[in-house]
């Protein structure tokens, strides 16, 4: 095939895609106009079904909480293969923490870097359990706070070294917690199917004020659960990619 | 039908309208700057201020829970493990 004719057939794909773009967008509603009834109908009914004011986190882990188990098992997938692909292999060797090139001048971690990472740890703990814990409340939920939850550990990384961030997470403990994490989601709705209701359905005490930590059954132990899977998902992946930047090298060992 | 609720922390519809087109002009232009630099560890940093640009257009459009997702995972997660990958490719080049 030429470069001319290769060029012909971009411009057409393209202006095919151009052309079907264009009349999508045209059957937009306009912005800011939202056709409804579906959104509508959550913001009337939400509060008063589950006593969750975080109404999103009540269509996250409740209305559509069986898309949310399909999400979860993703990541957990993810983390897996991640955690497959970057082990050690045959013809690679583990060493030590040092630099490859012998001779040269590792730069020291600045103390900036280390105070600032320091100072952080314990308020990015707090505000990642405080997400993961206060989804029923508030705009936050599993997801957001077991992210921030995993920074927490690359702040330890940054603020000391490899060695102290892998024994504030060792691999068999975070694998445990995803473990823990993702089958409890899946759990949680199986017992609804061993009560005899649909799965996932909210079967726990809804709470009687509208808006307070206790309330919303399911919810906020789903997004406890999020947290936990999401924390120990994002620590492995660091972890491993650590351990393939630090320690693993080409060669038999 | 609108849901309009008006608070003393309401910002008038003038405003929000102005906060809304500068900021997705700001993502326009940051999404645009990604694409054009051809230094990895430089494109990457820039990455993650795009995270944080999106994660102010999606607080702009109302929607805070997006809005954490997106600080966490595109302004830390990822350039994080993108940075960890660049570091991994570098040491076998050399």
Not at chain 1, 49 to 78: C, H, K, M
Not at chain 1, 144 to 159: E, H, K, N, P, R
Not at chain 1, 222 to 250: D, H, K, N
Not at chain 2, 49 to 70: H, K, N, R, W
């Amino acid at each position: 095939m030429t470069p001319t004719q290769r060029r012909w057939i971009f411009l057409a794909g393209a202006a095919g895609l151009i052309a079907f773009y264009l009349w999508g967008l045209s059957g937009l509603p306009g912005f800011g106009h939202y056709p409804g009834p579906y959104g509508f109908i959550i913001n009337r009914i939400a509060v008063g079904q589950t006593n969750a004011t975080g109404v999103v986190s009540t269509v996250n882990f409740d209305y559509r909480g069986f898309d949310t188990v399909g999400e979860e098992f993703i990541l957990f997938a993810a983390a897996a293969g991640v955690a497959t692909v970057l082990r050690r292999l045959r013809h690679e060797r583990e060493q030590s923490a040092t630099d490859e090139a012998a001779g040269r001048d590792v730069p020291a971690t600045s103390g900036a870097v280390r105070m600032v990472a320091l100072l952080f740890t314990g308020p990015v703990v707090v505000m990642g359990w405080w997400l993961a814990s206060h989804a029923q409340t508030n705009p936050s939920g599993g997801f957001q706070g077991g992210v921030v939850l995993a920074t927490a550990f690359v702040l330890i990384y940054l603020s000391g070294e490899f060695l102290v961030f892998k024994k504030f997470s060792p691999v068999d403990l975070t694998d445990v917690v995803e473990a823990v994490g993702a089958g409890g989601f899946a759990a949680i709705g199986v017992s609804a199917v061993a009560m005899g209701l649909p799965y996932l359905t909210d079967f726990l005490p809804l709470g009687t004020v509208p808006g307070a930590v206790s309330s919303s059954g399911t919810i906020a132990l789903i997004s406890f659960f999020v947290g936990l899977e999401v924390a120990a998902a994002f620590i492995l992946i660091i972890g491993e990619l650590l351990e393939q930047t630090l320690l693993i090298r080409q060669g038999a060992s | 039908m609108t849901l309009a609720v008006v608070t003393p922390y309401t910002v008038p519809v003038g405003l929000m309208d102005a906060l809304q087109i500068t900021i997705l002009i700001l993502v326009a232009a940051g999404a645009t700057a990604v694409v054009l630099i051809r230094e990895l560890v430089r494109q990457v940093l820039v990455l993650s201020v795009y995270g944080v640009l999106l994660a102010v257009l999606f607080l702009a459009f109302q929607a805070p829970d997006v809005t954490l997702s997106e600080l966490t995972v595109g302004a830390v997660a990822l350039p994080v493990i993108l940075l960890l990958t660049l570091a991994k490719i570098r040491k076998r080049e050399e």
